[in-house]
């Protein structure tokens, strides 16, 4: 709906869900009641820092509750986000704060040295902790975020054609038409655990956070900085009985083991091998294949890949469109030739900035 923000879709989603898990991060499960709260809480304490409606907050962090907390206490203050790959390089990183007009950083203490270096101020969670819970944790008023005609939700930088890297600007009502329609199109349900191992800089885990979020479903971050892998991968997924997982089919391929609790498993990023699919499949199972570029939101298209069909990337999701163009001409390809793909629906983002 025209209009609709991410943090107020979570807002209702914290009185649909209150007292259901939302995060299990560090041994502590957050419900969604609570991790809005603390949002509320942290949003205050980014006003009382100077961060108004429209402004762009750059964000280095790893996966935990606290990153989630961050990006909706963001989103609450009127602010959009700018992840940064705590991997990126500093001249990147001071080459995205530059391009997308970053005001602030939010970080936390083991990356302080790294956003020191960086020409805008940063804020520490862990160091801010205590006086973020001394704020409020009742709603902001609207008016708060009403100020800004700016309706961006995340910038995110892709490295683009050229190399240098592009900001493209997603829009509140395009994402959380995304994770509705991918949510219902995936079967994401309450009492699923959804595996979260991506970095926030990478569009894709937005399938690991906001569309288990929208269904009702657990959050299970990996902890601390580097992904797991392999079987070690395996042995976390089945510790905590997740039942979601979306990844990279060579993220897939490097688990030598089964994990009997998965139902749903979402590849995307890369084409998928067959033989894959016939290792992974299993009664009961269904594995998803994904495509889409963050010019598109997230994700455009979707397959349900089995052992004795080929491996498509599907038809569109509901709410886009996908037609073939002639790779010369601006017209379609005929039917049965071969052509670009083009992608039409409320899921394009504005643009470049």
């Known amino acids: 709906m025209p209009g609709e923000r991410l943090d107020t879709v979570f807002e209702q989603l914290a009185e649909m869900f209150a007292a259901l898990p939302a995060v299990i991060s560090d041994g502590r499960v957050w419900t969604y009641r609570e991790l809005d709260r603390r949002a509320n809480q942290f949003a205050r304490l980014l006003v009382k ?53 970053v005001s602030l950083i939010v970080t936390i203490a083991a990356y302080a040295s790294r956003a020191g270096q960086l020409p805008v101020p940063h804020l520490l969670i862990d160091s801010t902790a205590a006086e973020i819970s001394r704020q409020s944790d009742a709603p902001l008023q609207p008016h708060a975020k009403a100020a800004s005609a700016d309706d961006t939700c995340y910038i995110l930088y892709t490295s683009g054609t050229t190399g240098k890297p592009k900001g493209v600007v997603i829009k509140h009502q395009s994402f959380v038409n995304f994770i509705r329609v991918a949510a219902a199109s995936y079967g994401y349900r309450p009492g699923d655990r959804v595996y979260q191992g ?28 580097m992904p797991l892998v392999g079987e070690e991968l395996a042995d976390f997924l089945r510790l905590h009985d997740i039942t979601c997982i979306a990844c990279s089919p060579t993220l897939l391929s490097s688990m030598t083991s089964d994990v009997p609790s ?8 890369e084409a998928c091998p067959h033989n894959l699919v016939v290792r992974w499949s299993k009664p009961g199972r269904q594995i998803l294949n994904t495509y889409g570029p963050t010019e598109a939101t997230v994700t455009a298209t979707m397959g349900a890949l089995t052992p004795d069909s080929p491996v498509t990337i599907g038809a569109p999701l509901p709410t886009y469109s996908i037609v073939i163009l002639d790779a010369s001409l601006p017209q379609l390809a005929e039917p049965g030739e071969l052509g670009e793909i083009g992608i039409a629906g409320i899921g394009l983002a504005v643009g470049y900035l």
């Open 49 to 101: 820092r100077g961060v108004r409606p429209g402004d762009r907050i750059g964000l280095i962090l790893d996966r935990s509750a606290e990153t989630y907390v961050a990006l909706l206490a963001v989103m609450k203050a009127g602010a959009a986000f700018v992840p940064l790959a705590t991997a990126f390089p500093e001249e990147r990183m001071a080459l995205i704060i530059e391009d997308a007009g």
């Open 198 to 225: 991506m970095t926030i800089a990478f569009d894709f885990s937005s399938e690991e956070i906001w569309v288990p979020f929208v269904a009702g479903a657990t959050v299970v971050p990996a902890p601390g900085q």
């Open 262 to 269: 998965l139902r749903t498993l979402l590849v995307g990023g």
